[in-house]
T-cell receptor
Framework: DAGVIQSPRHEVTEMGQEVTLRCKPI?????LFWYRQTMMRGLELLIYFNNNVPIDDSGMPEDRFSAKMPNASFSTLKIQPSEPRDSAVYFC??????????FGEGSWLTVV | AQSVTQLDSQVPVFEEAPVELRCNYS??????LFWYVQYPNQGLQLLLKYLSGSTLVKGINGFEAEFNKSQTSFHLRKPSVHISDTAEYFCAVIKFKNTDKLIFGTGTRLQVFP
C-alpha cells in the first residue's frame, strides 16, 4: 500500500501568495483529515471529510483557508492569501475504520 | 470537554534504560486511546492503540501501554530504549460517539543518549 501521499513536501512562498496543498488518501479509505502542526499550538484538526463530504470544519482558522475533496482519491487545502503565521507542517490523514487514522509525511510550508 | 495531557514535554534517558511517557485524558464518555510517534522531519506513525479488551497493549518497536480507567491514564513504556527511539511521542484520544475526531496531546520529546 502506498500510504497517504502529500505534495509538495516543502514549499516556500511569499506573503500574499496562494498556496495549494494536495493529498491522495489510501485507496479504499472513506475519511480524510487535514491537520496543522506548529510549535505553539501542536497538532490541530482543521477539517475532515467522510465520503468526500466535509463533516467538521470548525478547526479551519479563518476564511483564507478552504478545503475540497472532489473525489475519493484527492483533496486540496488552499490558503489565499497566505501569511507568515500560516507557516507550519500540514498533515493529511485517512482512515477506513472509524478509528485508526494513517498520516502522510506532511507538507512543510514557510511563508516569508 | 475532552483533553489529553502529556505531563512531560521532554524526557532524556540513557540507552538501554527503561522509560515511561505519561498520558492522562479527561472525558465524560468512554474513549479509544492511541500513541503515535513522529521521527524528525517525518509524519506520524501509529505505535499502538487501545480499543477494548486487555488493558495492556503491545505495539511496535517494543513499546507497550496500559489503560487505567480509574486513573484515566494511558502511559507508554519501554523496558530498554535505543538511540533510534529518539522522537516525539503523541498520545491521542477519540470519543466513542465521535469516532472521527482524533485529539492529540502536546507531545513528549524522548531523547536517548549513548
Amino acid at each position: 500500500d502506498a500510504g497517504v501521499i502529500q505534495s509538495p513536501r516543502h514549499e516556500v512562498t511569499e506573503m500574499g501568495q496562494e498556496v495549494t496543498l494536495r493529498c491522495k488518501p489510501i485507496s479504499g479509505h472513506n475519511s480524510l483529515f487535514w491537520y496543522r502542526q506548529t510549535m505553539m499550538r501542536g497538532l490541530e484538526l482543521l477539517i475532515y471529510f467522510n465520503n468526500n463530504v466535509p463533516i467538521d470544519d470548525s478547526g479551519m482558522p479563518e476564511d483564507r483557508f478552504s478545503a475540497k475533496m472532489p473525489n475519493a482519491s484527492f483533496s486540496t487545502l488552499k490558503i489565499q492569501p497566505s501569511e507568515p503565521r500560516d507557516s507550519a507542517v500540514y498533515f493529511c490523514a485517512s482512515s477506513t475504520t472509524p478509528v485508526v487514522i494513517y498520516f502522510g509525511e506532511g507538507s512543510w510550508l514557510t511563508v516569508v | 470537554a475532552q483533553s489529553v495531557t502529556q505531563l512531560d514535554s521532554q524526557v532524556p534517558v540513557f540507552e538501554e534504560a527503561p522509560v515511561e511517557l505519561r498520558c492522562n485524558y479527561s472525558s465524560s464518555v468512554s474513549v479509544y486511546l492511541f500513541w503515535y510517534v513522529q521521527y524528525p522531519n517525518q509524519g506520524l506513525q501509529l505505535l499502538l492503540k487501545y480499543l477494548s479488551g486487555s488493558t495492556l497493549v503491545k505495539g511496535i518497536n517494543g513499546f507497550e501501554a496500559e489503560f487505567n480507567k480509574s486513573q484515566t491514564s494511558f502511559h507508554l513504556r519501554k523496558p530498554s530504549v535505543h538511540i533510534s527511539d529518539t522522537a516525539e511521542y503523541f498520545c491521542a484520544v477519540i470519543k466513542f460517539k465521535n469516532t472521527d475526531k482524533l485529539i492529540f496531546g502536546t507531545g513528549t520529546r524522548l531523547q536517548v543518549f549513548p
